[in-house]
């Protein structure tokens, strides 16, 4: 499998997609200006203990109170909150970890209100983003992840993933990090640290230790809300978690981006530098790859896959639901059933793709087209598990039920991507009347004669619809030939097929565009 990963930094937003086999199968936007990100670690003050809910509302800066529930404050919360009162006081100085006296576990049926009072300052980590009208989730059991570990404070369990099949490597990596682990420490080792050795994993532990350390002193200085200790970028956190050395290529459009992802690559796999490069065309990146028409395509309500089946796809706020449709699709040779048996193994991968590229989560409920052999029910349901075991979310899934129903639930932590597909009317602008398509070249050789009088502009670039560049590079006397000559400039004129029929920009030789 041929796996791509592109990388697109814009002025407002960073943009990571992942290819495989040229399709678009991850997309992961982030705006400048988010706020929280899953992994921030805030000191907070409970607001208001619910009894009945069995959990508190946290003041931690947002406008709405973040949720932290009994089940969520981790076993050695009480020791936790022993740390943060040592923390607080002023007089005190940094204690090691290893040498600070764990008191016990508290109850796992316990009640919030035994443990937590109104007006008390927590130390809690972000569990998941504000999603809809809902705060953020919190959780009292901190973790501060890496690229081969995840370290927990206060905790004495070495954890492996269980998506290391080998039980030797899965024997060794135990083995190897508890002999490197300090007391009051436990480690959950990633899927990433498979055959790494132990000079890195320690490296790494190391590392993480002086990041849960520096909180102390940031603690001291701090009051509630407030920021104790921040996660990567989410970039920069999809970057760890998704590079891995099965890439072919990596391309980005910024020398900064492009020189941290080549010295990351060069530290997990030095051979493979060569595959990260800085992408410089004059076509928009995701364009030159093709990934701006598949956005297109997929982020609709419905999405064609093969020979005119289609998915429907709906959300409301519980669930997501997704309809299997046959479309037009028949064939004389076969019987309803196998079409529906084929339809409907070609669904699981498109839905499969389509959960990964939208990040949906929460319950989705897929109905698939009614077969009635039990054989054929579950092999859908075996190729729907073998195609989801890719994604690194945590999931669960139930066979189809006798009406065709699958049940799939699917970790959320951030808000499901929606991208707005349709547009509005390119010659109209949503107002029913258009200017006459035929002054369009008109209006385009006056803005360049303000651009080249007013502006001063000399070296200039157009870009257009590429029906709109076609015309304007017709012919041997094109009008870009005698735009040139009149106006004493040099003009390229670039097609870009994202622009609706009548958008035009111009930008400078810098790529800069001029307003």
């Known amino acids: 499998m041929n796996t791509e990963l592109v990388i697109d930094l814009r002025a407002s937003e960073v943009a990571i997609a992942l290819l495989e086999d040229k399709q678009l199968v991850e997309l992961n936007k982030e705006k400048s200006n988010i706020q929280f990100s899953v992994g921030d670690i805030y000191l907070g003050k409970i607001k208001k203990i619910m009894p009945g809910l069995n959990a508190a509302f946290v003041d931690v800066g947002f406008e709405k109170d973040a949720f932290l529930h009994y089940l969520d404050l981790g076993p050695q919360f009480l020791t936790l909150n022993k740390f943060l009162q040592f923390a607080l006081s002023k007089k005190n100085k940094f204690l090691s970890q290893s040498k600070f006296k764990l008191e016990p576990e508290i109850d796992k049926d316990g009640k919030i209100s035994s443990v937590l009072t109104n007006g008390q300052i927590v130390l809690v980590q972000i569990a998941k983003e504000p999603i809809s009208t809902k705060g953020p989730r919190l959780s009292a059991e901190i973790s501060i992840a890496g690229r081969n570990l995840v370290l927990i404070p206060f905790s004495d369990k070495v954890s492996i993933s269980q998506k290391i099949s080998s039980p030797e490597e899965k024997k060794r990596l135990k083995r190897l990090v508890e002999s490197i682990v300090p007391k009051n420490f436990g480690v959950i080792v990633r899927t990433a640290a498979e055959g790494k050795k132990v000079a890195t994993l320690d490296a790494e532990l190391r590392n993480l230790i002086k990041k849960w350390e520096s909180s102390f002193d940031k603690i001291k200085t701090s009051s509630p809300p407030s920021l104790i200790l921040g996660e990567l970028k989410r970039t920069s956190a999809i970057l760890r978690d998704m590079l ?272």
């Open 244 to 515: 891995n050395v099965s890439f072919n290529s990596i391309y980005v459009n910024d020398d900064v981006v492009y020189n941290e992802v080549k010295d990351y690559i060069g530290t997990i796999a030095p051979e493979k530098e060569k595959i990260v490069k800085l992408y410089s065309g004059k076509v928009p990146i995701f364009e030159n790859f093709g990934i701006e028409k598949q956005i297109k395509g997929l982020f609709g309500k419905t999405v064609s896959f093969k020979s005119g089946a289609y998915l429907i796809i709906e959300h409301t706020e519980a669930l997501h639901v997704i309809d299997v449709n046959s479309g037009n699709r028949s064939k004389a040779s076969t019987d309803q059933e196998t079409t529906a048996l084929e339809v409907n193994l070609a669904a699981t991968e498109e839905i499969t793709r389509q959960l990964r590229l939208r990040d949906m989560g929460g319950i989705i409920v897929v109905d698939f087209i009614d077969m009635h052999l039990n054989e054929n029910r579950q092999m859908v349901y075996e190729k729907m598990k073998e195609l989801m075991s890719k994604d690194r979310a945590k999931h669960n899934i139930l066979p189809l039920s006798k009406f065709g129903l699958m049940q799939i639930t699917r970790q959320r932590v951030r808000p499901e991507l929606t991208i707005q597909t349709l547009e509005k009317c390119p010659t109209c602008k949503g107002t029913g009347e258009i200017t006459p398509p035929i002054l369009l070249d008109e209006q385009i050789e006056n803005r360049l004669a303000f651009l080249v009088n007013e502006k001063r502009a000399k070296r200039l670039t157009l870009k257009a619809h590429p029906f709109v560049v076609a015309f304007i590079n017709q012919g041997f006397c094109s009008k870009r030939r005698k735009w040139q000559r009149k106006y004493k400039c040099r003009l390229r004129v670039s097609p870009i097929s994202s622009y609706n029929f009548l958008e035009y920009r111009f930008f400078d030789k810098n790529e800069n565009e001029i307003v």
